[in-house]
C-alpha cells in the first residue's frame, strides 16, 4: 500500500538576533514624579491614595485635565506601595485652601490638606 508522503509544515521561525522582546512596564505620566521639595514649601493637596501605577496615572491624567499640577508620591506601609496623588506645594495653609476649593469644586470630595514631610 502506498502512502502519499505527508505534508509537514513548520512555524517560521524569526532569524537569529530579529526576535522581538515584549516587556510591560509601569506606565508614567510625565509629571507623575513628585517635584522637588523647595525652601518653605509646607503644604500639599491630597486627592486620593490609590494602589496601582495605573490607577494614580489616570487620575493624575484626569486632574491635569482640570489644569491641575497633579503628581503621585510612592510610600510603602506594611509591604505594600501606594501612590498618594497630589497637587501643588505651597508655602502656608490659605495657599493650599485655595487650590483645595478648586479641587473640590471640580467634584473631588475626599481631598485635603496635607503637611509636605518629603
Known amino acids: 500500500m ?3 508522503p505527508s505534508a509537514r509544515t513548520e512555524a517560521a521561525k ?7 522582546i515584549t516587556k510591560k512596564t509601569e506606565p ?6 513628585p517635584p522637588a521639595k523647595g525652601a518653605g514649601d509646607n503644604f500639599t493637596v491630597q486627592i486620593a491614595s ?16 482640570h489644569g491641575f499640577d497633579a503628581y ?9 506601595r501606594y501612590y498618594r496623588i497630589r497637587v501643588g506645594r ?9 487650590t483645595l476649593d478648586q479641587i473640590t ?4 470630595k475626599n481631598a485635603y490638606i496635607s503637611n509636605l514631610t518629603d
Open 2 to 4: 502506498d502512502q502519499a
Open 14 to 20: 524569526p532569524a537569529p538576533g530579529s526576535e522581538v
Open 28 to 33: 508614567t505620566v510625565e509629571t507623575s514624579a
Open 50 to 65: 490609590v494602589d496601582t501605577a495605573d490607577g494614580a496615572d489616570v487620575l493624575i491624567k484626569k486632574l491635569q485635565g
Open 72 to 80: 503621585y508620591y510612592v510610600i510603602e506601609l506594611n509591604n505594600r
Open 90 to 98: 505651597y508655602q502656608t495653609r490659605d495657599q493650599a485652601r485655595a
Open 105 to 108: 469644586a471640580k467634584g473631588y
